[in-house]
Every structure is written in C-alpha cells, then in structure tokens.
C-alpha cells in the first residue's frame, strides 16, 4: 500500500491505530470461514464517526476499497477483503450504551458487542428480544449487517423488526441518522415516520456494502416474569411440519425449534426420543405462558406428536451445540441454509437429506421460526483431507434443488453466488442504489450481488 495513503490515515486516526505490519495484516485476513484467507493492505482502528468520514472521503480520493470486519464469524467470509485495500475495526467506538427507558430503547456504537447489550441491559431487568447463539466476539453493528435472527424469532421477528435507526456513515463520507432521530428534535424511538421511504433497510443486511454503521438504535423489552420450554416428538416430516403450522397459526410461541435424530447421532449427543423433536418457548405473565403451554400440548398431540415424558432428554437448542463437534479437527461442519414457507418443509429436507445420503456424508437437519416462515440450518459433517474439493459442488447441489421448491438465500455471499437467480429489474434497482450511494464501488468491492453486467 502507497505509504502516502497510510501516513495520512495515521494523521486521521493517531499513528497507533494504523498498521500495515504483515504480522497483523494475517490476523486479519482469517475468519470463521470455509473461504480462504483474504490479507487486508492496512488496518484502521477509527475512535469516533468523524474519524470514519475523515477516512471514507480518503478512500474516495483514492479509490482505495474498504471493508469493515467486526467479530469475523460469518461464515461466508463475508468479514474479509475481496480486493486488498483498508479494513476498518469499529473495536475502540463501545463506548457505554445509553437506555431511553421513556422509549423504550436504546442505543449503542457500533463496535460494542451483543454479548456486552445482553449483560449491561439485564442488570438494569431489559432484554434484547432473544438470546443468540453466537459468543461474544460479534459487535452490534455486524449483527444489524446480517440482519441476525434466533429462537425468540416467532414472535419477535429478525433484527431489521425491532431496529430503531441507525448512525451510518455512507461510503462517500456523509453522516447520516436513519429512523426518527433525522427529524427536528425527534429521539430515537421509532424506524418510520412520514419523511420518505424506509432508509434504515438500505443498510440493513448489507453486509458492509452501503455504509458504515456507526451508531444504532433498538428496542428493548423488558425481562418476562415467566418462561417455560416444552418438547415434543413426531414420527416424520409430515406431522413435526403440520404441528409447527398450528403453533403459528396460533400464535402462541415465543420460540420455535426443530431437530432430527440426525443432528444428535452426527453431534454425538444422547439419541433423540423421537425421528423430530420440536420444542417451543413460552414467555409473558405466568398465567398467559400456562396457557400456551396447555395450548401447545393439544395442538401438537392434534398434529400427531407426544410430549417427551419426565426424564426424556431435552433438545439441544440448534446450532450452538452442534457446532463444537467432538470430532477429529480435519471434520469440519458445513452448514447451508435458508429460508421457505413452513408448508415447504418437508420438500426442502427431503432434497437435503437425498444429497446427503448420496455422497455419503452424515448430517443433520434443524430449523427456527421467524414470523411466518422457516429459517434453516442444516449441517454436512466433510473431512477437510478428502472431501474439500467436493463440498462446495455437493452445496450447489442443495441449493439448486432448493430454488425449485421456492426457497431464498440465507445471506447473500461468495458461497455460492447467487446472483444469477435474482429478478433482472430488481437487480438494476439494486445496482443503481449502489451506484448512487458509493459511486467508486469502494465499500466491500466483490461482495455479491455482483455489480458487473
Ligand atoms: C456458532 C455461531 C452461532 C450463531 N448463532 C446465531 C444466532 O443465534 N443468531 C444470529 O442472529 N446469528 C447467529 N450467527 C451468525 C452471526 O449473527 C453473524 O456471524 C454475526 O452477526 C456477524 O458478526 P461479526 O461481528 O462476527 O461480524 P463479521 O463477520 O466481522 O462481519 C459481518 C458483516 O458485517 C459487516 N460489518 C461489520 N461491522 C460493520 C459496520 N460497523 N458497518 C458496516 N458493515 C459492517 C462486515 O463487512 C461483514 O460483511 C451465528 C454464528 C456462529 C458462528
């Protein structure tokens, strides 16, 4: 990188918080990914959103690309560089959160990290609407990029359904507040207002291509007086997915689950107490989680299932557990999900499983709920000696099946492009957006959807 270009990101940011040293550029250059590493040419540690404009109006000058990497845990290497140039760690900008308790809200920087959100609003009896399954290493501003979703999703819905707003730096420098707080004296308490479109979903799972997001604003709940987890067991797909349509249509769940047998035989965890086990969470007043309970009993004995007997195992939620294999280290587990209409179901795992059992390889099969539809998250376990070269075919493989069945792409990314199948009209709307909003394709250059014609 031209030193020119570093020494006057130094004179932005302080000299300490710059490093083209090769030592940390590796550092940077891995993720929890199955892409190979992609080096960084320099690191910029900004301190504050002035800082991030001062370097993106240099980036401009420059036609120098930047990306932003937070925790680095998407696992499509969406945290890396595509073509060099400066990555950007919001690390230093977690300064403590602020609540507007009248509000019901909050707001964060964007380096501060979900985990330290849980626990600094907890002590005070509030809640994010669910508890992830990540660690601690991912930062606010990436979960808003990815547009993170979880178990409490049935009722509560992904990030972009309870976000407030955002701080963004846009990729030519400007800094822009989205949501009420652009507005007069307005504070942050809700995304829409009678102003316009709906900016905030411009940055919203874009995976740091449409800006920097620097501040954000969310809702808080407070913490339920009851919660209560209940089990159930199906013989097959037809029933666990006709029971998982009831509960909805219900809309009694705070929380919805699904795993097969195959998930605790790969996983090696104790068998599972049934082909699927569904579980559902229940929060609110006492009273009302009783009732959903009860509720959910009838529904899914109606549906064709049991509920598990004192001293059946619970099921282990999703992929937290499921993730750490008690494997050798060259096993590695690939995980290729999405989303479809709950109806979809069994059509999407049947295809899944027949990939599968053709190429031999053990799996497992889970989904969550969010709102209406189904959001999976199958496994492939692959030995990284022998089965490298054809995992990302076997992958195409699911995923071509699964666009027959009407699904859509979990997050867009280099595994694999999905470009190809996206609406002509919708993807030049995309692409003029791009244009005009980072007019020198700076931010995350090479990030799909593709901007070449
Ligand atoms: C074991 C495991 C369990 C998981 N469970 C869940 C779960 O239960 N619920 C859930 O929602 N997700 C889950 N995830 C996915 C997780 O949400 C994402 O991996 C995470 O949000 C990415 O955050 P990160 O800090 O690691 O970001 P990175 O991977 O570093 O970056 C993610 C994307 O955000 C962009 N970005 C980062 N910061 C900014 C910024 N300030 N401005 C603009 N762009 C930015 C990056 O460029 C990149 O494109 C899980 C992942 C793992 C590995």
């Known amino acids: 990188m ?3 270009l570093v020494n006057r990101l130094k004179e932005i940011v302080g000299e300490q918080w710059v490093t083209d040293d090769p030592w940390e550029l590796c550092a940077y250059a891995r993720a929890w990914s199955y892409e190979l590493h992609r080096r960084p040419e320099v690191i910029v540690n900004p301190g504050s959103t002035q800082e991030v404009s001062e370097i993106m109006k240099l980036a401009n000058e420059t036609i120098t690309p ?7 845990t998407t696992n499509t290497g969406a945290a890396l560089p595509r073509e060099g140039g400066i990555t950007l760690d919001l690390c230093r900008m977690d300064n403590p959160i602020e ?6 809200s909050f707001s964060a920087q964007g380096g501060v990290t979900v985990y330290r959100i849980i626990k600094d609003l907890a002590a005070k009896g509030w809640k994010i609407p669910w508890k992830p399954e990540f660690g601690n290493a991912v930062t606010l501003a990436a979960w808003v990029n990815f547009n993170g979703m979880g178990v409490g999703g049935s009722v509560y819905g992904r990030v972009g359904d309870f976000l407030l707003g955002l701080e963004v730096v846009t990729p030519t420098g400007e800094i822009v507040h989205t949501g009420s707080s652009h507005f007069g004296k307005a504070a942050k308490f ?21 800006g920097v997001i620097t501040e954000v604003y969310m809702r808080m709940y407070r ?8 089990d159930f067991a199906f013989p097959d797909e037809e029933t666990v997915q006709e029971a998982v349509r009831l509960l909805v249509e219900a809309n009694i769940s705070y929380g919805i689950c699904v795993t097969d047998d195959q998930m605790s035989i790969t996983n ?4 599972a107490p049934g082909k699927w086990i569904l579980s559902m969470l229940a929060e609110g007043w006492q009273e009302e989680v009783d009732f959903r309970v009860k509720k959910a009993h ?12 004192e001293g059946e195992r619970t099921a282990e939620w999703g992929s937290a557990a499921s993730i750490s294999l008690p494997y050798e280290p060259s096993r590695r587990q690939i995980s290729c999900g999405g989303f479809h209409p709950i109806h979809k179901t069994k059509e999407i795992f049947d295809h899944y499983n027949a990939v599968g059992e053709k190429y031999g390889l053990n799996r497992g099969m889970g989904w969550w709920v969010d709102g209406n539809y189904a959001n999976n998250f199958p496994i492939y376990v692959y030995d990284e000696e022998t089965d490298m070269d ?33 609406e002509k009209s919708y993807l030049e709307l995309y692409r003029t957006v791009k244009r005009s909003i980072d007019p020198n394709n700076i931010m995350h250059r090479g990030m799909p959807p593709d901007m070449e014609d």
């Open 190 to 210: 809700t995304r829409y207002q009678g102003t316009g479109p709906d900016l905030t979903g411009l940055f919203l799972e874009s995976l740091g291509t449409m």
């Open 223 to 230: 913490i339920p007086e009851a919660k209560q987890q209940v």
């Open 390 to 422: 054809r995992i990302f075919d076997i992958i195409q493989e699911v995923h071509d099946g699964w666009i027959e069945a009407g699904y859509v792409p979990d997050y867009p990314g280099p595994f694999p492009n999905m470009t190809k199948h996206i």
């Open 66 to 72: 930047v990306n932003v990497r937070a925790g680095g």
């Open 2 to 4: 031209d030193q020119k």
């Open 268 to 271: 090696q965890l104790p068998p």
């Open 298 to 309: 009838e529904l899914c004995l109606q549906a064709g299932g049991r509920a598990f007997v």
């Open 99 to 104: 609540l507007d308790e009248g509000s019901q």
